[in-house]
């Protein structure tokens, strides 16, 4: 009996991987030939642009098929304008994936003004990882730490990407626990907040490291110095969560979230099953490659710790329990601050 078991195992593993052989062929039969068009919720030359072009010219190699590849920039709202472009306008064939933005999932859960997606509907490929965020100012405003802001007597300006995205809204925080900090809006991505701060014109900003991926210089030279930080990541460095008074800590799942979630790739609702999947091991084949590790590292953003679109979709529905009517109506205020 065990020499028939023996010999029929072969035939069950071949039964076993059929499914898998099969199903990778049919995603090559539908993706050879065709181009997969990665629209990016920001200006050319910023954080979220450097990231989404890495991942987007490394993507495209894993998927069965290795179709063409176009990036679209399609900037507004902080990222809502392609989200909504992307679950209104697109098909859902698994050929149009978007990376809008750091915050428009934030946006989603809470259910704000702009939002025509249903954020738990979506299709989630994966993020390349957490990522750390910090308050930098510029050096010549002799603001060393964070002690020293809120006991300057001049206000500082801060650059932000739109009202209700973390470039403003951890300013805000500040602003509304008694630190001297006025915020600027209207920049469209964050390589014309870097200039900004470069020609004088602003005295600080809140970002992600990967800010700086294409501006290292500003750290090289010491033209801008960290003094706050979201993540335990920079030596010396307070973290937003300790400085933060306790009636505030509610809002911290909402405000950290960008840190956590990191850039989510996504599409539209309704892709199908088994094109998503391809889609979301094709994304954690790539993260897990050295070459898209090196240009990764290079444009400074996170390796080694890919979040897969399944886990991102319970940490969507995680926020979205979160954001209560009273946390939602807190991050409304602070989103409402000038």
Same mark, same amino acid.
């Given at each position: 009996m065990r020499a028939q078991r023996l010999a029929m195992l072969p035939a069950?593993?071949?039964?076993?991987?059929?499914?898998?052989?099969?199903?990778?062929?049919?995603?090559?039969?539908?993706?050879s030939?065709? $181009?997969? $068009?990665?629209?990016?919720?920001?200006?050319?030359?910023?954080?979220?642009?450097?990231?989404?072009?890495v991942v987007a010219r490394h993507l495209v190699r894993?998927?069965?098929?290795?179709?063409?590849?176009i990036v679209q920039n399609m900037e507004g709202?902080?990222?809502?304008?392609?989200?909504?472009?992307?679950?209104?306008?697109?098909?859902?064939?698994?050929? $149009?994936?978007?990376?809008?933005?750091?915050?428009?999932?934030?946006?989603?859960?809470?259910k704000g003004p702009g939002v025509a997606f249903d954020v738990d509907k979506l299709t989630y490929v994966g993020s390349p990882g957490g990522v750390n965020s910090a308050l930098y100012v510029r050096t010549a405003t002799g603001i060393e730490n964070l002690a020293a802001l809120k006991s300057s007597p001049k206000a500082l300006t801060f650059g932000t990407l739109g009202a209700t995205t973390p470039t403003a809204m951890v300013p805000a925080l500040l602003a509304a626990d008694g630190y001297p900090v006025k915020l600027i809006s209207g920049y469209v991505?964050?390589?014309?907040?870097?200039?900004?701060?470069?020609?004088?014109?602003?005295?600080?900003?809140?970002?992600?490291?990967?800010?700086?991926?294409?501006?290292?210089?500003?750290?090289?030279?010491?033209?801008? $110095?960290p003094?706050?930080?979201?993540?335990p990541h920079l030596p010396g460095v307070p973290l937003l969560s300790d400085v933060a008074?306790?009636?505030?800590?509610?809002?911290?799942?909402?405000?950290?979230?960008?840190?956590?979630?990191?850039?989510?790739?996504?599409?539209?609702?309704?892709?199908?099953?088994?094109?998503a999947s391809i889609l979301r091991q094709a994304f954690l084949a790539m993260a897990a490659d050295p070459d898209y590790q090196a240009e990764a590292t290079q444009a400074?953003?996170?390796?080694?710790?890919?979040?897969?679109?399944?886990?991102?979709?319970?940490?969507?529905?995680?926020?979205?329990?979160?954001?209560t009517p009273d946390i939602g109506a807190a991050y409304r205020r602070l989103g409402s601050a000038k």
């Amino acid at each position: 009996m065990r020499a028939q078991r023996l010999a029929m195992l072969p035939a069950v593993l071949a039964v076993l991987v059929l499914p898998a052989a099969l199903v990778e062929a049919r995603a090559a039969d539908f993706y050879s030939g065709k $181009t997969l $068009t990665m629209i990016v919720g920001f200006a050319p030359g910023g954080g979220v642009d450097t990231t989404a072009r890495v991942v987007a010219r490394h993507l495209v190699r894993f998927i069965p098929g290795e179709p063409g590849l176009i990036v679209q920039n399609m900037e507004g709202a902080a990222g809502l304008v392609a989200m909504n472009y992307v679950d209104k306008r697109v098909a859902a064939d698994g050929l $149009t994936v978007a990376m809008p933005g750091r915050s428009w999932y934030v946006e989603g859960a809470l259910k704000g003004p702009g939002v025509a997606f249903d954020v738990d509907k979506l299709t989630y490929v994966g993020s390349p990882g957490g990522v750390n965020s910090a308050l930098y100012v510029r050096t010549a405003t002799g603001i060393e730490n964070l002690a020293a802001l809120k006991s300057s007597p001049k206000a500082l300006t801060f650059g932000t990407l739109g009202a209700t995205t973390p470039t403003a809204m951890v300013p805000a925080l500040l602003a509304a626990d008694g630190y001297p900090v006025k915020l600027i809006s209207g920049y469209v991505s964050t390589a014309r907040v870097l200039l900004a701060l470069e020609q004088g014109e602003l005295d600080g900003f809140w970002t992600a490291e990967d800010s700086f991926a294409r501006r290292h210089d500003l750290l090289d030279k010491n033209l801008v $110095t960290p003094i706050l930080q979201a993540r335990p990541h920079l030596p010396g460095v307070p973290l937003l969560s300790d400085v933060a008074p306790p009636n505030r800590r509610p809002l911290l799942m909402l405000l950290e979230a960008p840190e956590n979630f990191g850039l989510p790739l996504v599409g539209p609702a309704d892709i199908p099953a088994e094109r998503a999947s391809i889609l979301r091991q094709a994304f954690l084949a790539m993260a897990a490659d050295p070459d898209y590790q090196a240009e990764a590292t290079q444009a400074g953003e996170p390796v080694g710790s890919p979040i897969d679109g399944a886990q991102l979709q319970v940490m969507i529905g995680e926020l979205a329990k979160a954001a209560t009517p009273d946390i939602g109506a807190a991050y409304r205020r602070l989103g409402s601050a000038k």
